[in-house]
């Protein structure tokens, strides 16, 4: 999937044309001041869904370190 950068300003002044876009297989993403602040993706297709999402969030939990001590045991959990 492509990605192209867009000020919010333009984002605004040019939202049906951001849609198009985006529909067409685009992601965008929107900056304010430089500086990122949300991304539009396509709603269907490979990417699209709760399957993708909970594949996106453990691909990023293997990649990130735990972090603190484990001061809990499975019991308390439960408990």
Known sequence: MTTKTVTAA???????????????????LVTSRGRPVATIEPACGP?????????RLLDHLHRVRAAGK???????LYR
């Open 10 to 28: 333009e984002a605004n002044r040019q939202f049906s044309a951001v849609l198009r876009e985006v529909a067409g297989g685009t992601a965008v």
């Open 47 to 55: 990417e699209a869904g709760a399957s993708a999402a909970k594949r």
């Open 70 to 76: 484990r001061t809990w045991t499975r019991d308390d």
